[in-house]
């Protein structure tokens, strides 16, 4: 097995084909393409790839949320992954605890005390992968996936 050294960047229109091959083949319900269009439009800074080789082999996609509560700021901000994935083929090479390094790093300069994100109560690699990235379980979002619920996790950044 190869060793990788993916290096990271901005998501460009130009990755957009690329970046839903990896969405197709990594999920059972995958997003349809216009979604990553309109994220990337939302936060592109937020928006990276991991490419090895000039091959895009992973992505991951975030934005900053400002927590309210009743309608008012409480001058808090929180980072929330919407969507990551890696080709199957570069999976288990460190490309994963890359791209979460560097959104956890924006999210950090950007002012966010934490990050949370939603995984399918099945993905059992997933969970763990966080769970090691020193994620907490911290809850449940009913019927979010069209067939299970979601297991929502949360890390401080401070």
């Not at 991991?50 to 808090?76: C, N, P, T, W």
């Not at 929180?78 to 890359?98: C, K, P, Q, T």
């Not at 005390?113 to 911290?138: K, P, Q």
């Amino acid at each position: 097995m190869r060793l990788l050294s993916p290096s990271l960047r901005t998501y460009t229109k130009e990755d957009h084909a690329r970046v839903v091959e990896i969405e197709n083949s990594s999920f059972g319900d995958p997003w349809p393409p216009s979604f990553f269009t309109y994220l990337h439009s939302k936060a592109p800074d937020l928006f990276l790839v991991a490419e090895d080789e000039g091959q895009i082999v992973g992505y991951i996609m975030g934005e900053i949320k400002e927590v309210m509560f009743s309608g008012l700021s409480h001058r808090s901000k929180m980072g929330h992954i919407l969507n990551i994935a890696v080709d199957g083929a570069s999976r288990e090479r460190g490309v994963g605890s890359l791209l979460m390094g560097e959104i956890e790093e924006k999210f950090r300069r950007l002012g966010a005390s934490h990050v949370t994100l939603e995984v399918r109560e099945s993905n059992a690699t997933a969970r763990s992968f966080y769970l090691g990235r020193d994620y907490s379980e911290v809850g449940r979002v009913r019927a979010y996936y069209p067939d299970e619920d979601a297991v929502i996790m949360r890390k401080p950044l401070e």
